[in-house]
Structures are given as C-alpha cells and as structure tokens.
C-alpha cells in the first residue's frame, strides 16, 4: 500500500502545490489586496473544486472584499458538501447580514449558536440584527453572553448600550456606552449611541460634543450628521441642523431617513415646498413606511394641500396607493421647489388644522419630531434601513471577527 498516516502521494503533491501557491500570495493577504489575491485562489478552486478547505478560504476573502454576493454563493457550496462546518456558517450569516437579509442571517446565527453557544461572531451577529429588527428585549441577552466572554472590548459594550437603548433601560445603556469609550475613546458606534440617548434626554450639549468627535473621526458618517442635525434642532439652530441634515444627504443621496430629517427641518425654515421635496424623494425610496408617510404628509398639510395630505396619511389603508389627484398636487409643488419658489408664508397653516381625518391614529406622528423618532426607534434616526436598501456595513472590533483564513 502506499498510504501512509500523511495520505497518498498524490494528495500531498496537490496540498504541496495549494500550499505553495498561497504562501506566494500571503503577503498581498495581508496586506488585504484582495483584488490581486482573489484570482489566485479562483484558479487553485477551479483546479481542485472538492476541496472544502480552499472554497472556504476562497470565500472569506471575498467576503472581506466586499464582494457578498460571490461569498454567499461559495459559501452554499461549502455547506452543501459538510453542514456542519461552523466557521462557513457564520460567515454566511455576516454576508446575508451585511446584504440586509436580516431574517435568513439570524438563521445562519442560529444554527452556530446552537451548536456552539459562546461563538461571538453568532452572538455578536445575533444581538446586531435583533436591534435592527427593534427588538430590544430578545437582543440583550446575546449581547451580555458576548460581554462576559470579552468584558473589555468597546464593539460588546457598546452592542448592549444598543440593546438597552430603549426608554425604560438610558441609564444602563449610559453606562455600557461609557465604559466602551474607556476602553477605546475612538470608538463611534459608542460615541453616537451615546448620544442618541443624550438627544432623547434633551441633553444637547454633550450630545454635540460627542458627535463631534465622530465626526472628526468619520466625516462622512451619514447616522452621525443625521444626529448632529437632531442636537442643533434641540438648540434651537435649525440652520446648522438643516445644514448637517444636507451634509448627511450628499454623503448618501438614496438614504430616505437623511431625506425625511432634512424635510424636517427645511419646514422649520419655512420652505415648505422643498420640504415637500424631500420627503416626496423619500417615499419614492421607502413606499409605505410610516415615518415617510408621515413626513410627507406633514409637508403636504404646510403647503397648503390638505386634500393631498390627508390622501397621504390614510393611504396605508389602500396598500400605500395615492389618488391621481395627490400625485398631480406633489408633481406641481415639486416643480415649483426645483424653480426655487416657495410659499408666502401668511399662506401657511398649522398641520392640525389643515389635516383632518376620520381615522385616529393616521395623523400619528404627523411632525415626525426628531427626538420623538429617536425614542421610538431607539436609537434609529427613521425606520427605513430595510427600505432604503442600503447595505450597512457593521464595525465588529479583530478580536469579534472570526478569521478562518489560517
């Protein structure tokens, strides 16, 4: 015979070959120049397609590239050909996370959990999507299991600030936030969880001191500027508000919670018309959700189109249809805001008295006021992030990634 403990020669020619080949490219791994190490490992793939190893490799670093699409679709293969292979699961669970399929990421995490109930990744995947679906309560203990394993990382502690970010919890998600920023002073998603409760605590001041931090960090930031704009409108600076709601709008021009605040506060200005404006364009990426509906609805009504208005707020009753005639009312103040003309403002009347509807909780929230969204979403800017289809990217912290590439 000529196996031996190692395996055939033939296998551990092939291995030999894998092995060199990847040792070639290694330092363009980890220099995470993925774009010229993918390739590389699409040829050894393509040569030697059983092996599970290598595919699983293959797809990490695609993952990691970016590339979340090809990574779920090598993914599938790895765990058709062994179910059982942890890593590849968890790792499926990142991409459909990060592709905003949040349900069928949470069965990914699901399943490591189950089999390995300390597996951070799972745990930390786990609480992040359960605070997207804004259920608090069902993330916290995901998030305290991924804290006693890494009681000092600031990414754990500022998850269960996250998970107790609801009204009745501040003060707990206070102190996780804070004791985050002990551990790593840089780290924004602690910084503008932070403040997002000072905001809903109408502590404006320390909020902005805050966001400022992580806007010096991450200028391009969309949630940060977004919150900024909540700060100012505290005190009672709607200009730099509306400015940092504009900011928060170029940096993503498709973000349909940028364009609901930035209605907001051009209303607060008085330009109802592009008021109208903007939260019409935020409709058209998030149909059907309420605190676009309501937007738009309230700009509608300050405008002078109660008709419309009214049409807009009760529309979830007719599948989140307009009338012919709402949409003509929208289309004509659209235009006369692209002209750059705006509505006298003696013409102007309170949304209260310009909507009136027979339904009593369709004028819920007509104002959508900023610090009020705050604490219904708890912590959200808007409910759109399933609708604004926008892929957003978590900052899991080295030590929360689980890297199998090795």
Not at 154 to 164: K, R, T, V
Not at 210 to 239: C, F, I, K, W
């Amino acid at each position: 015979m000529t196996e031996t403990l190692r395996g055939t020669p033939e296998a551990d020619t092939r291995q030999e070959k894998i092995n060199a080949a990847l040792d070639a490219i290694s330092y363009l791994e980890q220099d995470e120049r993925f774009d010229e190490v993918i390739p590389v490992y699409q040829d050894l793939v393509g040569r030697y397609p059983d092996d599970v190893e290598l595919l699983f490799k293959m797809a990490t670093i695609m993952l990691r590239n970016g590339d979340l699409r090809e990574s779920v679709a090598h993914l599938r293969k790895v765990l058709f050909m062994k179910p059982e292979h942890l890593p590849a699961r968890a790792n499926m669970g990142n991409a459909l996370l990060l592709l905003g399929y949040l349900e069928q990421a949470k069965e990914a995490f699901d399943a490591v959990v189950e089999a390995e109930p300390d597996n951070r990744n799972a745990l930390y995947g786990l609480a992040t999507i359960l605070i997207k679906m804004h259920v608090h309560a069902e993330a916290e203990p995901y998030a305290r299991r991924l804290v006693q394993q890494i009681p000092n990382s600031a990414p754990a502690l500022s998850l269960l600030g996250d998970a107790l970010s609801a009204e009745t919890n501040a003060e707990a998600a206070i102190l996780n936030y804070r004791a985050a920023l002990r551990f790593d002073p840089h780290y924004v998603p602690a910084l503008l969880g932070l403040s997002k409760v000072l905001i809903i605590r109408k502590k404006s001041e320390e909020a902005l001191a805050r966001l400022n931090e992580a806007h010096d960090l991450q200028p391009r930031n969309v949630e940060v500027l977004v919150a900024m704009g909540h700060a100012y409108l505290l005190e009672d600076s709607t200009a730099s508000a509306v400015e940092s709601f504009e900011l928060a709008h170029a940096c993503e021009p498709d973000n349909a919670a940028a364009l609901v605040h930035l209605s907001i506060g051009k209303r607060k200005m008085g330009l109802v018309y592009a008021g109208v404006y903007h939260a019409a364009a935020a409709w058209r990426l998030a149909p059907g959700n309420k605190q676009v509906a309501n937007a738009l609805g309230a700009a509608l009504a300050a405008a002078g189109a109660s008709d419309a208005a009214r049409d807009v707020l009760t529309s979830h009753a007719r599948g989140h249809e307009f009338m012919e005639a709402t949409i003509a009312a929208i289309k004509e103040i659209e235009y006369l805001a692209e002209q750059g003309y705006e509505r006298p403002v003696r013409e102007e009347k309170r949304v209260a008295e310009a909507v009136e509807v027979d339904e009593p909780d369709a004028t819920e929230n007509a104002e959508l006021d900023e610090t009020e969204v705050l604490q219904e979403e708890s912590g959200e800017a808007a409910s759109v992030e399933q609708a604004d289809k926008t892929e957003d990217k978590p900052e899991p912290s080295e030590e929360l990634e689980e890297k199998s590439t090795s």
